[in-house]
């Protein structure tokens, strides 16, 4: 499957092809494709992240809902909900985290389940005034203690 989107680039617009985004859990149960690009990637470092994936911080990424399916083991899919309407969705069979749900559907989804290049890279480290403390960040991007100013999640 193939992406064609425009952009605005120096008031010229560009077209270019995005092969579609194909991703899943760790025992191949559950499998899915984004026929649109990733968008706002970051790295979270709150302490519920860090215990879910077992990891000094995940990252996860946007999509656009239309361009979201799921290819197959939708029924494998389970959810932690955290508060109401929200948590973390995973493999019942090999416990991957696969992504961010809100109101029954996925919003957001770990990069570490796309197989290859997600053509996105994390904009920024968020929650990082609870970040792990044997974990040191050492890269330029831009830190916040909690949800960057303007972002809702």
């Known amino acids: ?6 952009r605005e680039l120096n008031h010229w617009t560009t077209t270019e092809a995005v092969m579609a985004i194909r991703g899943g859990c760790l025992c191949g149960a559950i499998q899915y494709e984004v026929d649109g690009p990733l968008f706002d990637a970051d790295n979270c470092h709150c302490s519920m992240c860090r215990r879910f994936h077992g990891a000094a911080f995940s990252t996860y990424a946007k999509f656009n809902a239309k361009d979201f399916r799921w290819l197959h083991g939708e ?27 809100s109101d029954g559907k996925l919003i957001e989804i770990t990069l570490g389940t796309v197989e290859g290049d997600p053509n996105v890279r994390p904009a920024e480290h968020i929650f990082v005034g ?19 100013p303007g972002k809702n999640g």
């Open 1 to 6: 499957m193939l992406y064609t989107g425009a």
């Open 75 to 101: 029924t494998d899919l389970r959810v932690y909900e955290s508060s109401p309407g929200r948590g973390w969705a995973f493999c019942r069979r090999c416990g991957s985290s696969l992504g961010l749900p």
């Open 130 to 148: 609870s970040k792990a403390p044997w974990h040191e960040i050492l890269d330029s991007l831009p830190q916040y203690d909690g949800r960057p």
